[in-house]
């Protein structure tokens, strides 16, 4: 079983940067692969960047890569997503989902999902 609680969001201007976390309870954190996804009012949920268990591996979306980066502290259990040079349409909940590598990334499937952190940027 494993938990997951965001932290971080909140409101920038454009062009500026955040840091989100995810913080994971559960023995099993490390055999997990990470991934953050957002969801914006009246569009669907959608990946953001994923990570392997090992870190060795990362996958990003298409409208995300070059500003955005994933990592994990094992040690910490916890996932990072760094963004910079945001856009108003990075605005978003944003949610972090451990599982499988592919399935996060292929098909939105997660085996545990966090509750949210909301990021909005401003123009």
């Known amino acids: 079983q494993v938990q997951l609680v965001e932290s971080g969001g909140g409101l920038v201007q454009a062009g500026g940067s955040l840091r989100v976390s995810c913080a994971a309870s559960?023995?099993?954190?490390?055999?997990?692969?990470l991934g953050w996804f957002r969801q914006a009012p009246g569009k669907a949920r959608e990946f953001v960047a994923a990570?392997?268990?090992?870190?060795?591996?990362?996958y990003y979306a298409d409208s995300v890569k070059g500003r955005f980066t994933i990592s994990r502290d094992n040690a910490k259990n916890t996932v990072y997503l760094q963004m910079n040079s945001l856009k108003p349409e990075d605005t978003a909940v944003y949610y972090c989902?451990?599982?499988?590598?592919?399935?996060?990334?292929?098909?939105?499937?997660?085996?545990?999902w966090g509750q949210g952190t909301q990021v909005t940027v401003s123009s």
């Open positions: 989902a451990a599982g499988t590598l592919l399935r996060l990334v292929r098909t939105l499937y997660a085996d545990y």
């Open positions: 559960g023995r099993t954190f490390s055999s997990y692969a």
């Open positions: 990570i392997s268990w090992s870190g060795g591996s990362t």
